[in-house]
């Protein structure tokens, strides 16, 4: 039995050897990516003219946010600009919502989505209906549950032109409203930060393509050379599939940091947390099934096993040297895991220090939502915002496995 032990230990010190150098790999990523990111607001800027912005902003049952949203866009410091708005099927008060506010300020044009195609998933679809209204020579996409400074789209247009880019995305603060979100955004924005990493992005020599939903901005002939919505009509995350194709057709696309400029909410409550970690693995497991079961349980060592294997040896710590030895590994991994959090939650989520001290319960929800969505995708179904979605012999191209 001592030999079985042993060998047991032994092994999982090996493991978690390999765990603490991927998450020496991963702080290192961490750091750069607060350092290197550059700022929306921050650059040299050249003469150029103000083109037409056309600001598409797709909305579904989002009576609690919109207000607020169209708020911060009506009193944009940019002149030359319409705000598109999508009511996409809600059955709460966004559509009545909409007309208000298209009443009483010419700069918003309501529109009423029609009934979603099949082979499309309804946020896809809602921002090919608004673009169809759009007439601007730039396209903004953004969130009804986003709040903007007042000089965002200035920047933003100020930033594109003065780059001659042809896309511009801005990492927006991550609001979190509950307890849950709050203790999950560090363990997941960890991989965020690090695979989707700005500094990957604005690489030309690197395939990372990004953008964020809540705030990217694109010219329409670039738009159109990529297809469009509809060149990624079935994609879960669109935004990152979008952004995908934008650097593999060869345009110049740049992501900066506008955290301190737009405010976005990840997860509203529970059950949207859950939906989106689920959503986040669903598209692994369509490209490959093998790499998405192996990634997940990278993450579950990544993020979570160090926590209960540091109990198991803590108990049995003087017993035998491999105890001893596990106990070490798995005291260094897990301090590697606060470190990461505490990193993401000070210099980058700008979230509150204890936030971070619920890291293995946060990591444990991670790894439970992946877990989630493996098994939905292998029913070929897909749940999000109150709408069910079948992926069978749909590829999913947004995350790169």
């Known amino acids: ?73 009506i009193e944009q410091d940019y002149t030359n600009y319409e705000i598109i708005v999508v009511d996409d099927s809600s059955d709460d008060a966004t559509g009545k919502i909409i007309s208000e506010y298209a009443k009483k300020n010419s700069k918003i044009i309501p529109v009423s989505a029609q009934i979603k195609p099949d082979g499309w998933m309804g946020k896809n679809w809602a921002c090919m209906e608004g673009y169809k209204k759009a007439t601007g020579e730039l396209l903004l996409f953004t969130d009804a549950d986003t709040k903007h400074s007042q000089n965002v789209i200035s920047l933003a247009v100020s930033h594109l032109l003065s780059f001659n880019l042809d896309a511009l995305s801005a990492i ?133 096993m160090p926590f209960p294997i540091l109990a198991y040896s803590t108990l049995l710590v003087l017993k035998t040297t491999s105890f001893s030895i596990l106990f070490v590994a798995s005291f260094v991994a897990s301090i590697m895991i606060y470190i990461g959090a505490i990193i993401e939650v000070k210099k980058l989520l700008q979230l509150r220090l204890i936030d971070a001290l619920f890291a293995p319960i946060g990591s444990l929800i991670v790894v439970l939502g992946f877990l989630g969505g493996l098994l939905q995708a292998k029913n070929s179904t897909v749940s999000w915002r109150g709408r069910k979605y079948s992926m069978k012999d749909h590829v999913q191209n947004s995350i790169s496995v």
């Open 172 to 304: 927006p603060k991550m609001r979190t409203i509950d307890f849950w979100t709050r203790i999950t955004l560090p363990m997941i924005s960890t991989f965020l930060h690090t695979r989707f990493s700005a500094v990957r992005v604005n690489d030309p020599s690197k395939k990372t393509a990004y953008f964020f939903g809540s705030f990217f901005i694109i010219k329409q002939k670039t738009y159109k050379e990529v297809g469009m919505h509809e060149g990624v009509k079935h994609e879960i995350i669109e935004d990152g599939a979008l952004g995908k194709k934008v650097k593999e057709s060869g345009h110049k696309m740049k992501m900066t940091r506008g955290d301190h400029l737009i405010e976005a909410v990840w997860a509203r409550d529970k059950s949207t947390l859950w939906n989106a970690l689920k959503r986040l693995m669903i598209p692994l497991y369509l490209q490959n099934e093998k790499i998405a079961i192996g990634i997940f349980f990278a993450v579950l060592f990544l993020l979570f």
């Open 1 to 73: 039995m001592e030999l079985i032990l042993d060998v047991l230990n032994y092994s999982l010190t090996a493991i978690l050897i390999g765990v603490s150098m991927a998450w020496i790999f991963l702080i290192k990523s961490m750091i750069n990516s607060v350092r290197l990111t550059p700022y929306l607001d921050k650059f040299e800027r050249k003469e150029h003219d103000n083109p037409k912005v056309s600001i598409i902003l797709p909305a579904r049952n989002e009576e609690e946010f919109i207000g607020k949203c169209l708020d911060s866009l």
